[in-house]
């Protein structure tokens, strides 16, 4: 099936067995943008896409501001909306009309976190696909990726830094959701 | 930028392969390495950091005739592409004429494409570079697997100034070496 993004109106492909009987709350992979796929409550109240109000001109497009949810293709509970409440970002100002690409190198700097920390996650799991599944089967996901986990924690406080590190759940949604699909593992 | 040896007389050029870690970049600088003629390319050097290797090696194209009585020779390098090797990337792009952006297209390498998209343009500024006036193509690898995303959703999440992209699967030298040449011609052009 396609799903397109209210707001910046990319479409992606989702396979039907994946969307849940009622529904799922996705993030789109593009503008990070959350919304509901298939039935289900009704979707949640986002910036239409062409907001007449002008931005800052210096005003990136968000990359990724909600909080966590998943990529389009990836399932999740139906609950999901039940996101923790800690400290999600202010949500940016939209983004101007007919600006809906990245700008590159500035970008909001919770947008920036989140994607550094899910950048980060999905090297482990790419370099390390075995390993993954064998901590998933075992249930040592935490034991088996320690060292890696560590590595991969110093650089992104040495990115973003450390009030912001410990602040956000960015990095910690990132293990759950890339690391340990979904699981509530970290 | 190009260093001109006028004993030789050769303009020496850099390429450097960029994106995410897996992605692919070393295997195209393989492919490319083993088409060349042998007598026109230098040896294949590989930097092996603790995960992930930089290679390198330089070549000669023939086919590329004379650019005012000078020959043109270009050096092929890669970056590691794990977020943490910041240092060995920084350190590479230096002097750099042209990048080739090799983006992983697999749905699960999302972030990971832009983030090196993102730090690509970070450091390429420190520099004093500004990716949108030097030569720059993209390459959408691994376009054969399952789980590929289209092609217009990677380009609008790395490629917001639409510069010339190609669909590869590198491991089968498809969309190699339409990438080379398109870099390369960018390369010449801006040498003129």
Known sequence: MNVTCPRCRTVFRVDPAKVPAGGVRARCAICGNPFQVG???????????????????????????????????????????????????????????????????????????????????????????????????????????????????QEYVRQVGLEKAQKTPYFRDALNEILAKGQKVF | MSMINYASREINCKIVYYGPGLGGKTTNLEYIYNKVMPDTRGKLISLATETERTLFFDFLPVDLGMIRGFRVRFHLYTVPGQVYYNASRKLILKGVDGVVFVADSQMERMDANVESMHNLYENLAEYGYDLRRIPFVVQYNKRDLPNAAPVEELEGALNPDRVSCYEAVAVRGIGVFDTLKAVSKLVIKALG
């Open chain 1, 39 to 153: 039935l289900a409550a009704p979707a949640p109240a986002m910036e239409p896409a062409t907001v007449a109000a002008p931005a800052p001109a210096a005003a990136p497009p968000p990359i990724v501001e909600a909080p966590p949810a998943l990529a389009p293709t990836a399932a999740r509970p139906a609950d999901a909306s039940a996101l923790p409440a800690a400290a999600p970002p202010p949500a940016p100002p939209p983004a101007p009309a007919g600006a809906a690409r990245p700008a590159f190198a500035q970008t909001d700097p919770d947008a920036r976190a989140r994607r550094l920390a899910r950048a980060l996650v999905s090297d482990l799991v790419t370099y390390q696909p075995d390993l993954q599944g064998r901590g998933l089967r075992e249930g040592r996901l935490k034991e088996l990726f320690w060292q890696e986990i560590k590595k991969s924690w």
